[in-house]
């Protein structure tokens, strides 16, 4: 005889918690949820896509905008926008020697640290 711990329902009674999956690619990145039946479900961005370029774009420093619009600042002005970051995950400068070349933004000079990409007068890991 098994014992089930349901609070008074059973199991396909209970709320379940919102369940969300986040596919972090190094060029695009998806995100999606498991609706109540179990079945996963893209979520869509503002601009009705699913697949969204994993790019960060800044202005005066902070944060503005990112995804497909980030990808039209980085192409408009490539100083101003971050991506492929994934790449730099987990590693410090003396990691990066060679490819510090084909960077175009602008990294964090501490050795002794992970990565941090600097953003006018603001760094981020």
Same mark, same amino acid.
């Given at each position: 005889? +098994?014992?089930e711990i349901g609070f008074g329902r059973t199991r396909s009674q209970q709320k379940r918690s919102p369940v969300i999956g986040i596919d972090l690619g190094t060029?695009?990145?998806l995100?999606?949820?498991i609706d109540e039946d179990g079945s996963p479900v893209l979520i869509h961005g503002e601009d009705g896509k699913v697949i969204v370029p994993s790019i960060i774009a800044f202005e005066? +420093?902070?944060v503005s905008c990112v995804g497909n619009e980030a990808r039209?600042?980085?192409?408009k002005s490539p100083k101003d926008a971050v991506y492929s970051v994934k790449r730099?995950? +987990?590693k410090g400068l003396g990691d990066l020697e060679t490819d510090m070349k084909r960077i175009p933004f602008v990294l964090d000079e501490d050795k002794g640290s992970v990565?941090?990409?600097r953003i006018d007068h603001n760094t981020y890991t």
């Open positions: 005889m +098994g014992i060029t695009n990145s995100v999606a949820r005066d +420093g902070e039209d600042v980085l192409l730099l995950m +987990g990565v941090r990409v």
